[in-house]
C-alpha cells in the first residue's frame, strides 16, 4: 500500500524551531519529486516547498525561503522540513505530497499540525 | 504566479441533483488542471488531473472540463459522501497554486 506518514508537530513559540518527517512506503521514494503543502485552521491550501529526486534541486514559496530548508533521505526513504525563525502565520496543518502517476498530487499523508504560539 | 480563483464559495444543491463548481486561472494553465476534494479533518485526494481524466478509483459522476483559463467540475448526481470542499490546482508554472475552495453543502 502506498503510504505517507508525517510526525514532528506540535506546539512552539515564535522564533522556535520544529523539524517534520515524513515517511514513504509502498512505492520508489527515490524516484519521485516529494513536496511539503499546508493548511492554515480554516483555510486553503498552500505549497510551500519541493525537492528532486536526488536532492539536488530545492523549491520554497516566497514566504518560507530563509527559515525553511527541505531534505530526504533516499536509504531511509524519508522526507523532512526543518522550520525555523518560525512565525504565528506559520502554524497549519502540514502534508507531504507527491505525484507518482501524474503530475499532480495523487498521494498524500495525514498530515501534522504545527501550532506556532506563545 | 498564477492565481487560482474558484466559485462559487459556497454551493447548496440536493443529493440526486447535478453540481457544477468553476475555476478560472489568472494566465493559461494549458490542461494542467487538478481537482482535489478535502473533507474535514482528513487530507486532500485527487479527483481529476489534466483537467479532463479520472483519479485512480474515482466514480464516473465526477467529470472535469476546460482548458488554458477557465475549468469546470462537474458532479452529475451528488451522494451524500460528495458533499466536502473541492479546490483546484494548476500545475503548470512553479510554484503550483491552488484555488481558495468551493464548499458542496447540502441543501
Known amino acids: 500500500e502506498v503510504q505517507l506518514v508525517e510526525s514532528g508537530g506540535g506546539l512552539v513559540q515564535p522564533g522556535g524551531s520544529l523539524r517534520l518527517s515524513c515517511a514513504a512506503s509502498g512505492f520508489t521514494f527515490s524516484s519521485y519529486w516529494m513536496s511539503w503543502v499546508r493548511q492554515a485552521p480554516g483555510k486553503g491550501l498552500e505549497w510551500v516547498a519541493n525537492i528532486k529526486q536526488d536532492g539536488s534541486e530545492k523549491y520554497y514559496v516566497d514566504s518560507v525561503k530563509g527559515r525553511f530548508t527541505i531534505s530526504r533521505d533516499n536509504a531511509k526513504n524519508s522526507l523532512y522540513l526543518q522550520m525555523n525563525s518560525l512565525r504565528a502565520e506559520d502554524t497549519a496543518v502540514y502534508y507531504c505530497a507527491s505525484g507518482i502517476t501524474t503530475a499532480a498530487f495523487d498521494i498524500w499523508g495525514q498530515g501534522t499540525m504545527v501550532t506556532v504560539s506563545s | 504566479e498564477i492565481v487560482m480563483t474558484q466559485s462559487p464559495a459556497t454551493l447548496s444543491v440536493s443529493p440526486g441533483e447535478r453540481a457544477t463548481l468553476s475555476c478560472r486561472a489568472s494566465?493559461?494553465?494549458?490542461?494542467?488542471l487538478a481537482w482535489y476534494q478535502q473533507k474535514p479533518g482528513q487530507a486532500p485526494r485527487l479527483l481529476i488531473y489534466g483537467a479532463s481524466t479520472r483519479a485512480t478509483g474515482i466514480p464516473a459522476r465526477f467529470s472535469g472540463s476546460g482548458s488554458g483559463t477557465e475549468f469546470t467540475l462537474t458532479i452529475s448526481s451528488l451522494q451524500s459522501e460528495d458533499f466536502a470542499v473541492y479546490y483546484c490546482?494548476?500545475?503548470?508554472?512553479?510554484?503550483?497554486?491552488f484555488g481558495q475552495g468551493t464548499k458542496l453543502e447540502i441543501k
Open positions: 494566465q493559461s494553465v494549458s490542461s494542467n
Open positions: 490546482q494548476q500545475y503548470n508554472n512553479w510554484p503550483v497554486t
